[in-house]
Structures are given as C-alpha cells and as structure tokens.
C-alpha cells in the first residue's frame, strides 16, 4: 500500500481565516515533507520531517506553521494567507530521508493535494 | 544546486503515436525518478532508477538511466488518451543531496 491521503480535497478561504491541512500515511515511513505547486509547474519544497522532527524549512513565511503530531500524520496549519498562496498542496512521505546511501530512499510517495484558494 | 532540464515542455500527438521525452542534470546523479501527474491529483511515482545504463519498463513505459549519469529517458510506446499529464524527472536535490529536486515536466496532450 503506497498510499498518502490528504484532507480537505478542496479549501477556500478568507485572508482572515485559520485553517488547517491534513495528511496521512500507514506505509512506516518516516520521513514526511509538504510541497507547494503551481499550475503548470513542478513542485516546491517547503518542509521536510523527520521522525517527527522539522528537519527542512525552505525558508517559507511563518503564516504556514507545520506540526507532526506522530509518526503517521503531517498537518499544515495556515493563517494570515495571501491570495498568491493559492496552490496545489502536496504532502508525500518516504522511507527515511535520502543522504549518501541516496537510491530507494529518494522514492516519495505523494497525496492527492489540496487545492486551495485564498480570496 | 542541481537544475534538471526536461524536454520538450509540450507534445500533442495522435493515438497510438509513440512518445519520447528526456532529462538532463549540471551534475552526476545516483537515482532517477519518473512521476506522472494528472489534472487534480499528485504525481505517481511510475519507474524509478539506480544504475548508469539501467532500462526498467512499466508496461509501456520504459525508461532508461543515462550512461554519462546526466541524463535519463522516458518512453511511452502506443500512447492512449489516459496517457494524457504531466510527467516530471525528478533526482537528487539539496545541499545535502537529501531532497527530491524535479524538471520543469513535460505536458502530454493526446488526440484519440
């Protein structure tokens, strides 16, 4: 089973609002990151976990708050978002983080996204 | 860091058609992956590759590991309309090597 899932599916919200991202996976890996995509582009990095340590910040403004309650779960907590947040969000997990060794540990395995708008 | 090129950005082609597109590295890679992403959805990870002069077929994917380590290729052979995405290369990234970096992806349209 190499499956991620990610809630809501869809999102819109004020620049006011607090809201939250939710991502899942059963596979034991432990290694867990959130990536920004927009349309027609290729995925941006934005935070890596590992064993539920933050273990990458891509330098992303504070309004995104990331938490990993467990080894399973990766929330993204939002607030004070601008509407040029707007994106595909991406969760994925892998195995363990990829160093020297490199090779299967750079198989991530992505969730559907949430798509999310600000207004 | 490293910069993946993936060519072409776009092709249309008709049913049937087979399909080449490829990616190039600055620098030398250990690992190659190939993901497919479709309107809405995440990219799926479809071959990944280990080995210089590696050949690894999915089906009617097949991709190849270059031999010079900067490059890799993916084909699509008797392409059908729900071959239709974006696919992304994607290697080594980081100062550490320790991330995913991807190419620009190649858009692929097909007209049943």
């Known amino acids: 089973d190499t499956e991620v899932t990610q809630t809501p599916k869809h999102l819109v919200m004020g620049m006011t609002n607090k809201k939250s991202l939710k991502c899942e996976q059963h596979?034991?890996?432990?290694?867990m990151y959130w990536y920004k995509q927009k349309a027609k582009k290729p995925p941006e990095l934005m935070f890596v976990y590992s064993y539920e340590k933050l273990s990458i910040n891509e330098s992303v403004p504070s309004r995104f708050s990331p938490e990993c309650p467990n080894s399973s779960l990766l929330n993204l907590h939002l607030h004070a978002l601008q509407p040029e947040d707007s994106a595909l969000y991406l969760c994925?997990?892998?195995?363990?983080?990829?160093?020297?060794?490199?090779?299967?540990?750079?198989?991530?395995?992505f969730g559907p996204g949430t798509r999310l708008t600000v207004t | 860091g490293q910069q993946l090129n993936q060519s072409p950005q776009s092709m249309f082609i008709q049913e049937g058609e087979d399909v080449s597109m490829n990616c190039t590295s600055s620098?030398?890679?250990?690992?190659w992956l190939w993901y497919k992403q479709e309107p809405g959805e995440g990219p799926v990870l479809l071959i990944a590759l280990y080995k210089a002069g590696e050949l690894t077929s999915n089906g009617r994917l097949t991709a190849q590991f270059g031999i010079t380590r900067k490059d890799s290729f993916l084909n699509i052979s008797a392409s059908i309309p729900s071959d239709v995405g974006i696919y992304f290369c994607?290697?080594?990234?980081?100062?550490?090597?320790?991330?995913?970096?991807f190419g620009g992806g190649t858009r692929l349209m097909v007209k049943p």
């Open positions: 994607a290697g080594p990234g980081g100062n550490a090597g320790n991330m995913l970096t």
């Open positions: 994925a997990s892998s195995r363990l983080i990829p160093g020297l060794a490199g090779g299967r540990l750079y198989e991530q395995y």
């Open positions: 620098s030398i890679f250990n690992t």
């Open positions: 596979m034991g890996h432990r290694a």
